[in-house]
């Protein structure tokens, strides 16, 4: 089977792991968010791109959910004592080295997508990881606060901040411009089903949407998606935060509708949140949150196999007394039915 999913970070990637572990024969294609990327001590950081890679390629810190285990920060104390800045992000000893590599390979001419395979090589995550694009995006939200109003990058105002000032408005800077990396339309068409992990859906999922050709793509697919949202509150992480600043309820409601029918076949929402509905939409309540690999590939499975029996074309058992054609062609056969 042949499957994409789309990814955030710590999220998406225990969804991942499930899956991984649920569908172990499948072919899967994850298209990773890099609108969070930033440029820091001269290095190009890909924080989603490095939490899928090291999730499934086994040197997550499993604690934090981001970051190298077993990890060390004197580099980080060298910085401080020469007052570099910034000190609010931290980057450990381990994970310096995969941006110290990436950044050389990018300063050489190659693409970001050529990068990302190059370090995957030594992670074997055991999916195909694609940026949703080699061009330069970040994400940037606009606040208020003591010194007027401004644009921060998004990881100063979800890391120094905690979101902690309002965001007036939440900008994908260079989206207007970017276009889906190679082989990511390419892996869309050729996918059996689509997948949404619970992903922040306006940094995340949504900053992936925003790239050209990729939700229209989509939603000529089936897609199965699993809310972020259980019982008015996130997952993990502030996306209250961030669907506040667009205007959109902290409900498994509203993300669904924010979607819409046109990109989602079916959704998984948690069974506090069973009233959910959209014409449509399939949905179906399921435990959601991941404790461990079991209840991460539980929720996995439940995704796919709703996606997989959507996917399904319907067909009716002909009774006994039906006669076949034998010679009328049919002219209701939709491209690959039967495949």
Wanted: glycine fraction near 10%; include cysteine; charged fraction near 20%.
């Amino acid at each position: 089977m042949r499957i994409v999913s789309l990814a955030g970070g710590i999220g998406g990637a225990r969804f991942l792991r499930g899956l991984l572990t649920t569908a172990p024969d499948s072919e899967i294609t994850v298209i990773g968010n890099t609108g969070d990327d930033i440029s820091l001590f001269g290095l190009r950081v890909c924080p989603d791109l490095d939490t899928v890679m090291y999730t499934l390629g086994g040197g997550i810190n499993e604690e934090q959910g981001w970051g190298r285990r077993e990890e060390s920060h004197v580099v980080k104390e060298e910085l401080a004592a020469y007052g570099v800045e910034p000190q609010w992000f931290g980057l450990g000893d381990r994970d310096f080295a995969t941006h110290i590599v990436r950044t050389q390979m990018l300063d050489a001419g190659y693409p970001l997508s050529a990068v990302t395979e190059a370090l995957c090589a030594r992670w074997q995550p055991g999916v195909r990881l694609i940026p949703m694009s080699d061009d330069r995006t970040e994400t940037h939200v606009v606040i208020s606060d003591e010194r007027g109003r401004r644009a921060v990058h998004f990881q100063e105002w979800w890391v120094r901040l905690r979101a902690s000032v309002p965001a007036e408005q939440i900008i994908l800077v260079g989206a207007d411009q970017a276009v889906p990396a190679p082989g990511v339309l390419e892996a869309v068409a050729a996918a059996d089903v689509v997948l949404l992990p619970p992903s922040n859906p306006v940094v995340s999922i949504g900053t992936i949407l925003q790239i050209k050709g990729i939700r229209e793509a989509l939603e000529g697919k089936t897609v199965v998606g699993v809310s972020p949202i259980v019982g008015g509150a996130p997952v993990r992480g502030m996306a209250d935060a961030c669907l506040t600043a667009i205007g959109v309820p902290t409900t498994a409601q509203a993300v669904l509708e924010l979607y819409g029918p046109a990109l989602v076949d079916g959704w998984l929402v948690a069974e506090e949140d069973a009233g959910v509905a959209l014409d449509g939409v399939e949905v179906e309540a399921r435990p959601l949150i991941m404790h461990d690999l079991d209840s991460a590939a539980a929720l996995a499975r439940a995704a796919l196999d709703m996606a997989v029996r959507l996917a399904s074309p319907v067909t009716s058992t002909p009774s006994p007394t039906d006669t076949p054609a034998t010679d009328t062609p049919r002219t209701d056969v939709s491209p690959g039915e039967g495949a």
